[in-house]
């Protein structure tokens, strides 16, 4: 049912109006700790962007996600975005700032735990429907919207990882496909790793002895491995992990540790895709040095390799492994325009390749590595990621610049720039619009949705193809923690929630006994939170081996406010012990007037900050802040709650 008056109780828009009744102007400065002058300032500006010829945007961070209502924060800013129209628009729109430069193609590639490449659900063994390929494709696929063509999408992956070995009489060779019985986000790989259940892990570019949540303890975890492999360009705290400088007898470790050197991005190629989902290439600027090799040679000479220990092996197990399609040369480096055109995919009837997603079919007679990449080659000699043409073609859009997914779109929802005639909100942020004469959407993007589709026709006011109502959700029925954003205090809080009587999600998988300790208040007044500085990057395994940057920020510190310094007796440089339920670091103390005290409900509330960019490695060390962390996480991402938990400070 849609009641456009949107005045029905039982309406999206009134239940919502209700869920929030709760949340006034007082209430919610009073628990934020935010003044209330400066709340409503910041309101009414934003607000402003509401208005036709305005527009928007919200950036983002880890400062939104490392909850443990991370994805309902993010909720939050969609909701808001929504009510303001400031979606589908040049300039609005929720934007990600990356820690990384390829963030957003290692999420497209399959990199996130419970997915396949383009977001397509992992096969799950605690999923009855996932034990066929019929059932998995009953249950994850929709009865309306564009992933309706799922299907299409899922077959064609399956052709491109078996090729040949994939058959209609093998349901594609979908029974190739391992089938997860545990949640193995990065909280619960550790937790598995701890409990000895895990024999040896690959770590590329990763370093969780200095970024993972509650350090010490995953560094213990990697303690019960047999063997790692560490694939970085320095070693690591994690690589040494078992050395007496980590605080680790190597005479009672017992992993076997294989250390790869890899080289930077300067010394590669490929592709990487930012968070305007652009995927651009790179050119390798120098060649590697001493024996360090690109990952994807290292994965390609260890494939090839295994292929040939495993070709005669009579074991079912290593059937899946055989039967990928590994085709991209002998060599110690594969093919990379090889690589490139699988993952656009080929109509393997006529063997050329496909110029768009739409050309994909369930019956085995297409393949693509990735759908949603499918088109940026589109022809022989055309990878349109290579593309630099500099020239706007309006709107700010650069549409031969490089490619983005989908089909070259750069505005996503980009139907909610017109009004349900077809015609523009505003001429200054057109984007596209209805054409009579022409009878198509033009403009100067690629409309998310077919482009004949008239606003008259069925459908033609509809900007949100993807969902299977074909409209935004302000009501999002999938979230783990239920549809409409609540607050929740941190796992650790030194204050009551305010707003229910629950203080902290009930969705939240929680870790208990010595793998995961909880601080309170009692013990650990004061709030702590991390972030990372401008001289070094992610866990410093890159920055704090280059002696210019581990002269600019050099020393691991504690940022504190002037009145917490004077209550503990603390000044400026001084070494200050900091304890939570996790463990204990010593610092440098940083008194700064940027942190001052919170006034939550009444109640003073102190908060410090540290970087957590440092270990024992590389010219600038110092200890890890993350020893400090909790081990838990988001609700729905598993996300770790780095951003607020409970700490104490004193004089060392």
């Known amino acids: 049912m849609k009641d456009e008056t949107l005045q029905h109780p039982r309406s999206v828009f009134q239940l919502m109006k209700q869920h929030y009744s709760r949340y006034d102007v007082d209430t919610v400065t009073a628990v934020t700790g935010t003044p209330k002058e400066d709340y409503m300032k910041v309101c009414k500006a ?143 790989l550790f937790k598995a790793m701890y409990n000895n259940e895990l024999e040896g892990a690959f770590l590329w570019g990763t370093n969780p002895v200095v970024g993972g949540p509650n350090a010490g303890k995953e560094k213990e975890a990697l303690g019960n491995l047999k063997w790692l492999v560490a694939v970085d ?4 705290e994690t690589s040494a992990f078992w050395q007496k400088e980590a605080g680790n007898d190597p005479a009672k470790i017992n992993t076997e540790v294989f250390l790869l050197p890899a080289c930077s991005s300067f010394e590669k190629e490929g592709s990487i895709s930012n968070s305007s989902r652009w995927m651009q290439y790179r050119w390798k600027a120098i060649e590697p040095k001493g024996e360090s090799r690109p990952d994807l040679d290292i994965v ?47 109509d393997l009837k006529t063997g050329k390749l496909l110029k768009t997603f739409g ?43 490089s490619f983005a997914w989908p089909a070259n779109r750069r505005i996503l929802y980009n139907r909610a720039a017109a009004d349900s005639s077809g015609k523009p909100w505003s001429q200054e942020k057109a984007v596209i619009w209805w054409d009579a004469a022409q009878k198509k959407w033009v403009g100067n993007d690629v409309p998310d949705f077919k482009a004949v589709t008239a606003p008259t026709d069925p459908g033609g006011t509809g900007a949100f193809m993807m969902n299977k109502d074909g409209v935004a959700l302000l009501f999002a029925p999938t979230m783990n923690d239920g549809p409409f954003p609540e607050h929740y205090e941190p796992y650790e809080s030194p204050v009551p929630n305010a707003f229910s ?30 972030y990372r500085v401008e001289a070094h990057w992610q866990s410093g395994s890159m920055t704090r081996n280059q002696e210019w940057l581990a002269e600019i920020a050099r020393y691991m510190y504690v940022e504190i406010s002037e009145e917490l310094a004077k209550e503990k007796g603390i000044t400026n440089k001084d070494k200050v012990i900091v304890t939570s339920a996790r463990g204990k670091i010593e610092a440098y103390a940083l008194v700064t007037k940027r942190y001052k005290p919170f006034t939550v409900k009444g109640k003073k509330v102190h908060q410090i900050g540290m970087p957590w960019n440092f270990g024992y490695k590389g010219y600038a060390t110092g200890a890890t802040a993350n020893r400090l962390t909790p081990h838990i996480g988001d609700a729905n991402t598993m996300i770790p709650e780095y951003k607020a938990f409970l700490c104490d400070i004193r004089r060392a």
């Open 233 to 236: 360009l320095w070693e690591t």
């Open 359 to 401: 050309d994909l079919k369930d019956d085995g007679t297409t393949s693509s590595g990735n759908w949603i990449y499918s088109g940026f080659y589109p022809e022989e000699g055309k990878n349109l990621s290579q593309r630099r043409d500099n020239k706007d073609t309006g709107g700010g859009n650069f549409l031969n610049w």
């Open 501 to 530: 009587s629950v203080e902290y999600n009930p969705a939240i998988v929680i870790n208990d006994g010595d793998f995961n300790k909880r601080g309170f208040k009692v013990d650990y007044p004061i709030v702590a939170t991390t």
């Open 300 to 346: 390609h000479e260890l494939a090839v390799k295994l292929k040939k220990l495993y070709a005669n092996s009579p074991k079912s197990a290593d059937k899946p492994f055989l039967a990928l399609d590994w085709d991209y040369g002998t060599g110690e480096a594969p093919d990379l325009d090889q690589i490139a055109k699988e993952i656009n995919g080929y």
């Open 46 to 188: 934003f607000c402003e962007t509401g208005k036709v010829g305005k527009s928007g945007t919200i950036l983002y961070a880890m400062g939104t996600t490392q909850h443990t209502v991370g994805s309902q924060n993010v909720r939050i800013f969609a909701i808001l975005q929504l009510l303001l129209g400031n979606i589908g628009l040049p300039g609005g729109g929720i934007n990600a700032m990356r820690g990384e430069s390829n963030v957003q193609g290692s999420t497209d590639f399959g990199l996130l735990w419970d997915n396949l490449t383009g977001y397509l659900a992992a096969p799950k063994a605690t999923v009855p429907e996932h034990a066929t390929l019929a059932g998995y494709l009953k249950k994850e696929t929709p009865p309306s919207g564009y992933w309706s063509n799922k299907p299409k999408f899922v077959v064609s992956l399956l052709k491109s990882w078996y090729g040949t070995n994939a058959t209609k009489d093998n349901e594609f060779g979908y029974h190739f496909l391992p089938k997860g019985n545990k949640n193995y986000s990065h909280i619960n």
